[in-house]
């Protein structure tokens, strides 16, 4: 857990392949959870460690490594979608078991996980917002924006009087991953080119995965990418029979083939 702006902490799974990392964004009245990881291990104490305040949980996405403990939370927004709806129903151990398995950690098993019979848990939405949606934390305002394209219900939040944007898995420094059959290549395009609109008003990046923080123009060098590749530009290259990596300047996309 880091602590990267005042009120705000980043919990990262540093042990899990996909690095993911969730967000609590702590106002003077209430708090937002912005994603809650795998859920191999409770998340919820570690929330009320760091807030007594009451907690709801919004999703960058619904795909399992960022709504794993969404059941230890009976506040929940998300988008009114059929993908949204399809998530919250869970599913059983044979959709995640080799994002579970031994191999997929580094160092120490969590403990008292149950690596062999681990599901996604189904969980509650208790509240649909959409594009545009304000969320106020009492001294803080954020605001949700749809950012389709990696999955449909994508979205990311905007904190405008503070500079923050949290990405969600619409940006973050590493390979970004389009090849999950909900994506969308040319789909993605357009809410990127919504984020960096919003560049010179942003002082940092928060995204889903690897890195607690990124550089704001992070995102004109995605957009960049993504336009690129749209093109016919760039490097491509085969990862086997199911997947491909597209490369344009330093941003990398792996797409299904």
């Not at 705000?8 to 899990?16: H, S």
């Not at 129903?89 to 994002?99: F, I, L, Q, S, W």
């Not at 949700?144 to 904190?159: F, M, Q, R, V, Y």
């Not at 990124?214 to 960049?224: G, K, M, Q």
Request: proline share 6%; net charge negative.
């Amino acid at each position: 857990m880091y602590q990267v702006e005042p009120d705000v902490y980043a919990l990262v799974e540093t042990r899990q392949f996909q690095d993911a990392i969730s967000h609590l964004i702590v106002g003077s009245t209430c708090a937002l959870l912005f994603d809650t990881g795998i859920g191999l291990v409770p998340m919820r104490p570690v929330i009320e460690k760091l807030t007594t305040l009451p907690v709801t949980v919004l999703n960058s996405h619904k795909h399992f490594d960022h709504v794993g403990a969404n059941a230890e939370f009976t506040d929940i927004l998300g988008l009114d979608t059929l993908f949204t709806r399809e998530y919250e129903r869970g599913g059983p151990h044979t959709d995640v078991a080799n994002e579970v398995d031994t191999g997929s950690f580094c160092g120490a098993l969590p403990r008292g996980a149950d690596m062999a019979a681990f599901p996604k848990r189904p969980f509650s939405i208790t509240r649909r917002v959409a594009d545009g949606d304000t969320i106020d934390l009492g001294n803080r305002t954020l605001i949700a924006l749809a950012a389709p394209g990696g999955t449909p219900d994508a979205l990311a939040l905007s904190e405008p009087a503070r500079g923050l944007l949290w990405t969600g898995n619409s940006h973050y420094d590493s390979t970004i991953s389009l090849r999950s059959p909900s994506s969308d290549l040319d789909a993605y395009e357009t809410p990127m080119a919504r984020l960096a609109a919003l560049v010179s008003t942003l002082r940092r990046l928060l995204p889903a995965h690897n890195t607690a923080t990124a550089e704001p123009t992070r995102l004109d060098a995605v957009l960049h990418g993504v336009r690129t590749t749209r093109a016919g530009g760039g490097i491509r290259t085969s990862e086997g029979s199911d997947r491909g990596r597209m490369r344009a300047g330093d941003v990398t996309f792996m797409t299904a083939r």
